[in-house]
């Protein structure tokens, strides 16, 4: 057996101990006899998981009482319709455009409710975060919504919006757990699991109680309704239930690598070496202005889009899998998420030295 330094974006890197762990599991989860994957959602042995998966989020994201976690199906895409669907109230909400996904989800909500567009960093290509200080605010939106970290082009808020007293919503897809965050501070956090939680296809929702309204307009669908999954402790109807058994090893793993500020300063400093060798670099160069890169996610170019693409091609070659960049941007992104080890940074930056000396 061999592995890869996996530099996806998503479906990522998870970490090997984990990996292990759920081997090992494979065919007789803790004397059931049976896989997870083939045990009722009803037995107590699945709830327990659950619980644990639970309590486990929370432990480590300080999550106060009155937020609920939600499990759900559908990745962070489905939620582009939720989220409208459960907040709206006067039918308006703020979107800050940072990106791709936070524009697809400024279009998916403009389905249900206006949408006033508050900022933009279209013009220069998503290579930056706007000054959201003081932004023009409807008095009357329902809540500011924003991509926080931008996995397309490498950005990330390193301070959140003003929202004028407005509800905070963040899709944190690609920085979940990457660092301590202060829950209070939004009304909705969620995200797709497969960037830095777990294996594809469930979002975390993170919602402040009073937010869950009590009635939703008739068309909504049960299935997208808060209210179901907060009533039923996302078990509603069957959940992605080895998914979440995945993240909840996953938040086991965070909580003995020393939590989310241990995470945090881990990954400053494997973001660190790539990012010090692309500032030194002659060939290659970052493509996001410095202070709002990202911990996550790495987009860099040579500036020769045939270069560009000896270069992924010899990495994988070389062991380092994954690195075109998004299909929009061209060039390469890597992404570095929990998961990765500093090793695997490590090979990166030696193999870009190696190629730009053979390059030069
Ligand atoms: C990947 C990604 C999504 C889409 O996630 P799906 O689970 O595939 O729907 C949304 N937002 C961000 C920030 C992402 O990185």
């Given at each position: ?20 762990e759920a081997a090992a599991e494979m065919l007789d989860y803790k004397g059931t006899g049976m896989s997870v994957m083939e045990m009722s959602h009803r037995s107590p042995a699945f709830q327990q998981i659950i619980d644990e998966a639970e309590q486990d989020i929370r432990d ?301």
């Amino acid at each position: 057996m061999s592995r890869v330094y996996n530099f996806s974006a998503g479906p990522a890197v998870l970490p090997e101990e984990v990996l292990k762990e759920a081997a090992a599991e494979m065919l007789d989860y803790k004397g059931t006899g049976m896989s997870v994957m083939e045990m009722s959602h009803r037995s107590p042995a699945f709830q327990q998981i659950i619980d644990e998966a639970e309590q486990d989020i929370r432990d480590l994201m300080n999550i106060p009482d009155n937020y609920k976690v939600l499990f759900v199906q559908g990745g962070a895409s489905t939620q582009f319709a939720a989220i409208p669907m459960n907040l709206k109230k006067n039918g308006k909400a703020a979107y800050i455009v940072t990106g791709q996904w936070a524009k697809k989800a400024a279009q998916e909500a403009e389905k249900y409710i206006d949408v006033d567009i508050v900022a933009s960093s279209a013009d220069k290509t998503f290579s930056y975060i706007p000054d959201c200080s003081d932004l023009d605010i409807a008095d009357d939106v329902d809540y500011v919504y924003i991509c926080e970290n931008n996995t397309i082009y490498g950005t990330k808020y390193h301070t959140l919006p003003n929202t004028k007293g407005h509800v905070l919503v963040s899709d944190v897809s690609s920085c979940f757990l990457s660092e301590p965050v202060d829950v209070e501070k939004y009304g909705v956090i969620y995200g797709g699991v497969q960037k830095n939680v777990g294996p594809a296809g469930m979002a975390i929702i993170i919602i402040r109680e009073d937010l869950i309204p009590e009635s939703v307009d008739k068309s909504v669908p049960t299935m997208l309704t808060f209210k179901t999954h907060a009533d039923a402790g996302s078990l509603y109807n069957t959940p992605p239930c080895y998914t979440i058994y995945m993240c909840g090893k996953v938040f086991k793993w965070i909580k003995a690598q020393g939590g989310l500020e241990a995470m945090k300063k881990h990954n400053e400093a494997k973001a660190k070496i790539l990012y010090d060798f692309l500032d030194n670099s002659k060939l290659f160069k970052g493509t996001v202005v410095p202070e709002d890169r990202s911990l996550m996610n790495v987009p860099f170019v040579t500036g020769d889009a045939d270069l560009d693409a000896k270069f992924v091609k010899e990495a994988k070659a070389a062991g380092l899998e994954n690195l075109k960049g998004h299909r929009t941007v061209g060039g390469m992104r890597a992404s570095i998420y929990n998961a990765m080890p500093t090793e695997g940074v490590q090979a990166l930056v030696d193999f870009m030295k190696k190629f730009e000396e053979e390059n030069a």
